[in-house]
Protein backbone atom coordinates (compact mmCIF):
# COMPACT_ATOMS: atom_id res chain seq x y z
CA UNK A 1 0.00 0.00 0.00
CA UNK A 2 1.72 3.76 -1.06
CA UNK A 3 0.09 5.58 1.71
CA UNK A 4 1.67 8.82 0.78
CA UNK A 5 5.65 9.81 -0.67
CA UNK A 6 8.34 7.21 0.19
CA UNK A 7 5.54 5.59 2.57
CA UNK A 8 5.05 1.89 1.36
CA UNK A 9 3.89 -0.45 4.02
CA UNK A 10 2.27 -4.29 3.98
CA UNK A 11 -1.35 -4.24 5.35
CA UNK A 12 -3.66 -7.11 5.33
CA UNK A 13 -6.79 -6.70 3.08
CA UNK A 14 -9.75 -8.76 2.26
CA UNK A 15 -9.54 -11.92 0.54
CA UNK A 16 -10.21 -11.57 -3.18
CA UNK A 17 -13.07 -13.39 -4.40
CA UNK A 18 -15.03 -13.87 -7.37
CA UNK A 19 -17.53 -10.86 -8.01
CA UNK A 20 -18.25 -11.04 -11.55
CA UNK A 21 -18.50 -14.61 -14.21
CA UNK A 22 -15.49 -13.24 -15.97
CA UNK A 23 -13.44 -12.99 -13.22
CA UNK A 24 -10.60 -15.28 -11.70
CA UNK A 25 -8.66 -15.38 -8.46
CA UNK A 26 -4.66 -16.02 -8.44
CA UNK A 27 -2.44 -17.22 -5.91
CA UNK A 28 0.89 -14.44 -6.15
CA UNK A 29 3.73 -16.94 -7.14
CA UNK A 30 6.49 -13.53 -8.11
CA UNK A 31 5.57 -9.99 -8.21
CA UNK A 32 7.91 -6.90 -8.88
CA UNK A 33 8.82 -3.10 -8.58
CA UNK A 34 8.56 -1.10 -11.47
CA UNK A 35 10.54 1.70 -12.36
CA UNK A 36 7.28 3.90 -13.18
CA UNK A 37 6.36 3.03 -9.53
CA UNK A 38 8.94 5.12 -8.27
CA UNK A 39 7.28 8.34 -10.13
CA UNK A 40 4.56 7.82 -7.73
CA UNK A 41 6.61 6.91 -4.80
CA UNK A 42 8.69 9.74 -5.17
CA UNK A 43 5.57 11.76 -5.45
CA UNK A 44 6.19 13.38 -9.24
CA UNK A 45 3.25 11.38 -10.25
CA UNK A 46 0.15 12.61 -7.64
CA UNK A 47 -2.12 9.78 -6.33
CA UNK A 48 -5.15 11.36 -4.56
CA UNK A 49 -4.72 9.20 -1.57
CA UNK A 50 -3.51 5.86 -0.28
CA UNK A 51 -3.52 2.79 -2.88
CA UNK A 52 -2.80 -0.77 -3.49
CA UNK A 53 0.15 -0.30 -6.08
CA UNK A 54 2.43 -2.85 -8.14
CA UNK A 55 1.22 -4.36 -11.86
CA UNK A 56 3.12 -7.01 -12.64
CA UNK A 57 2.94 -10.63 -11.23
CA UNK A 58 2.48 -14.20 -12.35
CA UNK A 59 0.82 -16.77 -10.22
CA UNK A 60 -1.43 -19.98 -10.02
CA UNK A 61 -5.37 -19.71 -10.28
CA UNK A 62 -7.55 -20.67 -7.45
CA UNK A 63 -11.14 -19.97 -8.63
CA UNK A 64 -12.58 -18.95 -11.97
CA UNK A 65 -15.87 -16.95 -12.38
CA UNK A 66 -18.76 -19.02 -14.62
CA UNK A 67 -18.06 -17.60 -17.81
CA UNK A 68 -14.25 -18.14 -17.84
CA UNK A 69 -13.56 -20.61 -20.74
CA UNK A 70 -9.82 -20.25 -21.31
CA UNK A 71 -8.50 -20.81 -17.66
CA UNK A 72 -9.03 -23.53 -14.88
CA UNK A 73 -7.90 -23.48 -11.23
CA UNK A 74 -4.22 -24.84 -11.40
CA UNK A 75 -3.35 -23.26 -14.45
CA UNK A 76 0.01 -21.01 -13.78
CA UNK A 77 -0.52 -17.77 -15.76
CA UNK A 78 0.89 -14.36 -16.34
CA UNK A 79 -0.54 -11.21 -16.29
CA UNK A 80 0.40 -8.18 -18.37
CA UNK A 81 0.47 -4.45 -16.81
CA UNK A 82 -2.90 -3.51 -18.19
CA UNK A 83 -6.41 -5.83 -18.44
CA UNK A 84 -8.06 -6.36 -21.63
CA UNK A 85 -11.48 -7.94 -22.52
CA UNK A 86 -9.44 -9.18 -25.62
CA UNK A 87 -12.46 -9.06 -27.96
CA UNK A 88 -13.15 -5.22 -28.64
CA UNK A 89 -11.16 -3.67 -31.87
CA UNK A 90 -8.76 -2.45 -29.91
CA UNK A 91 -7.62 -5.74 -28.43
CA UNK A 92 -8.28 -7.07 -31.58
CA UNK A 93 -5.70 -4.12 -33.63
CA UNK A 94 -2.80 -5.41 -30.80
CA UNK A 95 -3.21 -2.73 -28.55
CA UNK A 96 -5.15 -3.94 -25.40
CA UNK A 97 -3.95 -1.08 -23.15
CA UNK A 98 -6.78 0.58 -24.69
CA UNK A 99 -9.08 -1.94 -24.33
CA UNK A 100 -12.89 -0.48 -24.06
CA UNK A 101 -14.12 -1.86 -21.29
CA UNK A 102 -10.51 -2.34 -19.79
CA UNK A 103 -8.56 -0.82 -16.88
CA UNK A 104 -5.37 -0.83 -14.55
CA UNK A 105 -4.19 -2.63 -11.81
CA UNK A 106 -4.83 -0.83 -8.78
CA UNK A 107 -7.51 1.16 -9.70
CA UNK A 108 -11.41 1.16 -10.42
CA UNK A 109 -11.97 -1.43 -13.36
CA UNK A 110 -14.71 -1.12 -16.18
CA UNK A 111 -17.38 -2.04 -13.81
CA UNK A 112 -16.74 0.12 -11.13
CA UNK A 113 -15.24 -2.90 -8.79
CA UNK A 114 -11.96 -2.69 -7.35
CA UNK A 115 -9.19 -4.50 -9.14
CA UNK A 116 -6.25 -5.00 -6.66
CA UNK A 117 -2.76 -4.83 -7.39
CA UNK A 118 0.54 -7.01 -8.08
CA UNK A 119 2.24 -6.37 -4.95
CA UNK A 120 0.40 -9.12 -2.65
CA UNK A 121 -0.38 -12.01 -1.81
CA UNK A 122 -3.59 -13.08 -4.14
CA UNK A 123 -5.54 -10.79 -6.19
CA UNK A 124 -9.02 -10.67 -8.28
CA UNK A 125 -8.37 -10.73 -11.46
CA UNK A 126 -11.26 -8.93 -13.86
CA UNK A 127 -11.82 -10.26 -17.41
CA UNK A 128 -9.56 -13.13 -16.63
CA UNK A 129 -9.68 -14.99 -20.26
CA UNK A 130 -8.85 -11.73 -22.09
CA UNK A 131 -6.29 -10.73 -19.76
CA UNK A 132 -3.97 -13.69 -18.52
CA UNK A 133 -2.28 -15.75 -20.42
CA UNK A 134 -1.92 -19.25 -19.10
CA UNK A 135 1.18 -21.56 -19.81
CA UNK A 136 0.78 -25.23 -20.96
CA UNK A 137 2.62 -26.50 -17.59
CA UNK A 138 3.84 -25.62 -14.68
CA UNK A 139 7.38 -23.91 -14.87
CA UNK A 140 10.53 -24.75 -12.92
CA UNK A 141 11.51 -22.37 -10.33
CA UNK A 142 14.47 -20.83 -12.20
CA UNK A 143 12.39 -19.90 -14.90
CA UNK A 144 10.25 -17.65 -12.65
CA UNK A 145 12.35 -14.47 -12.64
CA UNK A 146 12.14 -14.45 -16.86
CA UNK A 147 7.85 -14.95 -16.67
CA UNK A 148 7.34 -12.17 -14.61
CA UNK A 149 9.49 -10.36 -16.79
CA UNK A 150 7.16 -10.72 -19.46
CA UNK A 151 4.26 -8.92 -17.53
CA UNK A 152 6.15 -5.89 -18.42
CA UNK A 153 9.81 -4.93 -18.95
CA UNK A 154 10.61 -7.44 -21.77
CA UNK A 155 7.23 -6.73 -23.82
CA UNK A 156 8.24 -2.96 -23.21
CA UNK A 157 11.36 -3.28 -24.69
CA UNK A 158 10.24 -5.41 -27.48
CA UNK A 159 8.21 -2.55 -28.02
CA UNK A 160 10.55 0.09 -27.94
CA UNK A 161 12.47 -1.82 -30.94
CA UNK A 162 9.60 -2.59 -32.63
CA UNK A 163 7.69 0.96 -33.17
CA UNK A 164 11.67 2.00 -33.80
CA UNK A 165 11.24 -0.47 -36.59
CA UNK A 166 14.73 -2.52 -35.59
CA UNK A 167 15.18 -5.48 -38.13
CA UNK A 168 17.92 -7.62 -39.22
CA UNK A 169 21.74 -5.51 -39.53
CA UNK A 170 19.96 -2.19 -37.55
CA UNK A 171 22.10 -0.43 -36.00
CA UNK A 172 20.51 0.66 -32.64
CA UNK A 173 21.20 3.12 -29.47
CA UNK A 174 19.40 2.01 -26.17
CA UNK A 175 18.60 5.36 -23.51
CA UNK A 176 18.24 3.98 -20.61
CA UNK A 177 19.94 1.77 -18.35
CA UNK A 178 16.97 0.43 -15.93
CA UNK A 179 15.32 -2.70 -16.65
CA UNK A 180 13.72 -1.62 -19.92
CA UNK A 181 16.29 -0.08 -21.78
CA UNK A 182 17.60 -3.59 -20.74
CA UNK A 183 15.40 -5.46 -21.98
CA UNK A 184 15.26 -3.14 -25.37
CA UNK A 185 19.11 -4.34 -26.04
CA UNK A 186 17.94 -7.83 -25.20
CA UNK A 187 14.72 -6.90 -28.17
CA UNK A 188 16.69 -5.61 -30.19
CA UNK A 189 19.66 -8.11 -30.59
CA UNK A 190 16.68 -10.57 -31.00
CA UNK A 191 15.31 -8.90 -34.00
CA UNK A 192 18.67 -8.95 -35.97
CA UNK A 193 20.43 -5.76 -35.02
CA UNK A 194 23.85 -5.77 -36.09
CA UNK A 195 25.18 -3.21 -33.89
CA UNK A 196 23.90 -1.90 -30.01
CA UNK A 197 25.24 1.14 -28.01
CA UNK A 198 23.93 0.96 -24.50
CA UNK A 199 24.09 4.38 -22.48
CA UNK A 200 24.84 3.16 -19.21
CA UNK A 201 27.45 5.15 -16.58
CA UNK A 202 27.07 1.96 -14.33
CA UNK A 203 29.31 -0.86 -14.02
CA UNK A 204 26.95 -3.56 -13.49
CA UNK A 205 24.18 -2.33 -16.00
CA UNK A 206 27.10 -2.15 -18.67
CA UNK A 207 28.04 -5.71 -17.93
CA UNK A 208 24.44 -7.12 -18.07
CA UNK A 209 24.07 -5.04 -21.29
CA UNK A 210 26.93 -6.96 -22.67
CA UNK A 211 26.13 -10.43 -21.87
CA UNK A 212 22.57 -9.40 -23.60
CA UNK A 213 24.01 -8.26 -26.83
CA UNK A 214 25.31 -4.75 -26.48
CA UNK A 215 28.37 -4.31 -28.93
CA UNK A 216 29.01 -0.62 -27.60
CA UNK A 217 28.91 1.35 -24.34
CA UNK A 218 28.38 5.37 -24.48
CA UNK A 219 28.65 6.73 -20.38
CA UNK A 220 28.56 10.48 -21.36
CA UNK A 221 25.62 12.00 -21.76
CA UNK A 222 24.28 15.35 -23.47
CA UNK A 223 26.00 17.36 -25.94
CA UNK A 224 29.27 14.77 -25.64
CA UNK A 225 27.05 11.93 -25.12
CA UNK A 226 25.64 12.24 -28.57
CA UNK A 227 28.93 13.18 -30.45
CA UNK A 228 30.21 9.94 -28.54
CA UNK A 229 27.46 7.91 -30.68
CA UNK A 230 27.52 9.80 -34.08
CA UNK A 231 31.43 8.90 -33.76
CA UNK A 232 30.65 5.17 -33.85
CA UNK A 233 28.11 5.35 -36.66
CA UNK A 234 29.92 7.55 -39.51
CA UNK A 235 29.45 10.65 -37.94
CA UNK A 236 25.44 10.47 -38.99
CA UNK A 237 23.81 8.51 -35.93
CA UNK A 238 22.18 4.97 -35.78
CA UNK A 239 19.35 3.66 -37.49
CA UNK A 240 16.81 3.54 -34.84
CA UNK A 241 17.17 4.82 -31.10
CA UNK A 242 15.22 3.32 -28.08
CA UNK A 243 14.13 5.99 -25.33
CA UNK A 244 13.26 4.31 -22.38
CA UNK A 245 13.76 6.81 -19.29
CA UNK A 246 10.94 9.28 -20.21
CA UNK A 247 12.46 12.45 -19.17
CA UNK A 248 12.62 15.99 -21.31
CA UNK A 249 16.44 15.28 -21.33
CA UNK A 250 16.58 11.90 -22.47
CA UNK A 251 13.90 11.99 -25.31
CA UNK A 252 16.02 14.96 -27.07
CA UNK A 253 19.31 12.96 -26.28
CA UNK A 254 17.53 10.04 -28.25
CA UNK A 255 16.08 12.46 -31.23
CA UNK A 256 19.63 14.71 -31.11
CA UNK A 257 21.54 11.00 -31.29
CA UNK A 258 19.51 9.06 -34.31
CA UNK A 259 20.31 9.88 -37.89
CA UNK A 260 18.41 11.89 -40.68
CA UNK A 261 15.33 9.54 -41.79
CA UNK A 262 16.04 7.68 -38.25
CA UNK A 263 13.31 6.41 -35.67
CA UNK A 264 13.21 6.88 -31.90
CA UNK A 265 10.80 4.39 -30.42
CA UNK A 266 10.05 5.58 -26.75
CA UNK A 267 8.50 3.62 -23.92
CA UNK A 268 10.09 5.92 -21.20
CA UNK A 269 7.28 7.24 -19.48
CA UNK A 270 6.75 11.17 -20.12
CA UNK A 271 7.46 13.52 -17.24
CA UNK A 272 8.18 16.83 -19.09
CA UNK A 273 9.40 15.42 -22.38
CA UNK A 274 8.28 17.69 -25.04
CA UNK A 275 8.92 17.03 -29.32
CA UNK A 276 11.06 19.08 -30.97
CA UNK A 277 8.99 19.47 -33.98
CA UNK A 278 10.67 21.98 -35.74
CA UNK A 279 14.15 19.64 -35.34
CA UNK A 280 12.29 16.44 -36.42
CA UNK A 281 10.36 18.09 -39.97
CA UNK A 282 14.57 19.71 -40.58
CA UNK A 283 16.46 16.66 -39.95
CA UNK A 284 13.60 14.07 -41.60
CA UNK A 285 13.27 12.17 -37.84
CA UNK A 286 10.67 10.22 -36.29
CA UNK A 287 8.87 9.51 -33.18
CA UNK A 288 6.84 6.32 -32.52
CA UNK A 289 6.01 4.58 -29.30
CA UNK A 290 4.13 5.02 -26.16
CA UNK A 291 2.31 2.28 -24.06
CA UNK A 292 3.68 -1.46 -24.76
CA UNK A 293 0.50 -3.73 -25.31
CA UNK A 294 2.48 -6.68 -23.29
CA UNK A 295 -0.55 -8.59 -23.87
CA UNK A 296 -0.32 -9.09 -27.47
CA UNK A 297 3.90 -9.82 -27.09
CA UNK A 298 3.40 -12.22 -24.57
CA UNK A 299 2.35 -15.74 -26.85
CA UNK A 300 5.33 -14.28 -29.32
CA UNK A 301 8.15 -14.10 -26.53
CA UNK A 302 7.56 -16.78 -24.05
CA UNK A 303 8.53 -19.37 -26.05
CA UNK A 304 12.32 -18.37 -26.24
CA UNK A 305 11.77 -16.93 -22.21
CA UNK A 306 10.71 -21.15 -21.80
CA UNK A 307 13.72 -22.54 -24.19
CA UNK A 308 16.40 -19.99 -22.62
CA UNK A 309 17.11 -18.40 -26.16
CA UNK A 310 16.30 -15.33 -23.92
CA UNK A 311 16.92 -14.50 -20.08
CA UNK A 312 15.00 -11.17 -19.24
CA UNK A 313 14.94 -12.36 -15.61
CA UNK A 314 18.72 -11.19 -15.11
CA UNK A 315 17.48 -8.17 -14.48
CA UNK A 316 16.09 -8.92 -10.66
CA UNK A 317 19.29 -8.41 -8.84
CA UNK A 318 17.43 -8.19 -5.86
CA UNK A 319 15.41 -10.69 -4.30
CA UNK A 320 12.91 -9.68 -1.46
CA UNK A 321 9.95 -11.46 0.84
CA UNK A 322 7.03 -9.37 0.06
CA UNK A 323 7.06 -7.70 3.91
CA UNK A 324 10.29 -5.97 2.88
CA UNK A 325 8.65 -3.90 0.06
CA UNK A 326 9.39 -1.24 1.71
CA UNK A 327 13.58 -1.36 1.30
CA UNK A 328 13.15 -2.78 -2.28
CA UNK A 329 11.24 0.52 -3.21
CA UNK A 330 14.16 2.48 -1.33
CA UNK A 331 17.12 0.58 -2.78
CA UNK A 332 15.53 1.23 -6.08
CA UNK A 333 15.10 5.06 -5.59
CA UNK A 334 18.39 5.14 -4.34
CA UNK A 335 19.55 3.01 -8.14
CA UNK A 336 21.13 0.42 -5.48
CA UNK A 337 18.93 -2.33 -7.28
CA UNK A 338 17.98 -2.85 -11.16
CA UNK A 339 15.18 -4.01 -10.28
CA UNK A 340 13.56 -5.98 -7.21
CA UNK A 341 11.67 -9.31 -7.56
CA UNK A 342 9.05 -10.22 -4.43
CA UNK A 343 8.24 -12.96 -3.37
CA UNK A 344 4.82 -13.68 -1.60
Not at 93 to 103: A, D, E, I, R, W
Not at 240 to 252: D, I, R
Amino acid sequence: MLRAPRDIVLEDVPDPRIERPTDAVVRVAAACICGSDLWPYRGIAERGGPERIGHEFIGVVEEVGADVRTLKAGDFVISPFSISDGTCANCHNGVQTSCLNGGWWGSTDSAGGSADAGQGEALRVPLADGTLVALPELPDEAQLPGLLALSDVMGTGHHAALTAGVTAGSTVVVVGDGAVGLCAVIAARRLGAEQIVAMSRHASRQHLAGAFGATDIVAERGDEGVARVKELFGGIGPDAVLECVGTKESMQQAIDSVRPGGIVGYVGVPFGAELPIQQMFSENKGVRGGVASVRSYIPELLPDVLSGAIAPGQVFDLTLPLEQVADGYRAMDQREAVKVLLRP
